[in-house]
């Protein structure tokens, strides 16, 4: 089970933190991340984050203002959001894809997810 939350509405430049716990019955290896989608857009990928090593990948739109984590102790992954501008503007999905072994690659594509959260809002608006 994936739960999200810390959306909200934020001007322009401003920031957001996103949360989604994991459930603690989720197999040792996954890559998790989050994902967006604009209203009649397709589900794009975010960031992500590997379970085994911490690796982690950003598109392209995104690189260099969020920054993906995880706090393995609370099973919870965190999307630190900066300098948000109006594109940034979605339902953000925290997704989960599960992987036969521990050194299956990094991806950062909607449809490898295996489990998606519910969503949070996020609003970048005057």
């Known amino acids: 089970q994936l739960v999200e939350s810390g959306g909200g509405l934020v001007r322009p430049g401003g920031t957001l933190r996103l949360s989604c716990a994991v459930s603690d019955s989720t197999p040792d290896y996954y890559g998790i991340g989050w994902f967006r989608q604009a209203p009649g857009a397709e589900r794009e990928g975010v960031a992500s984050?590997?379970?085994?090593?911490?690796?982690?990948r950003y598109g392209d739109s995104v690189k260099g203002r969020f920054t993906i984590s995880r706090d393995k102790a609370n099973n919870t992954i965190y999307l630190q959001m900066n300098n948000l501008v109006p594109e940034d503007t979605g339902v953000y999905y925290c997704g989960i894809e599960f992987w036969p072994r521990s050194d299956y690659g990094l991806g950062l594509f909607a449809d490898e997810i295996d489990f998606w959260g519910q969503g949070t809002q996020v609003t970048v608006s005057l």
């Open positions: 984050i590997a379970s085994t090593d911490g690796h982690t």
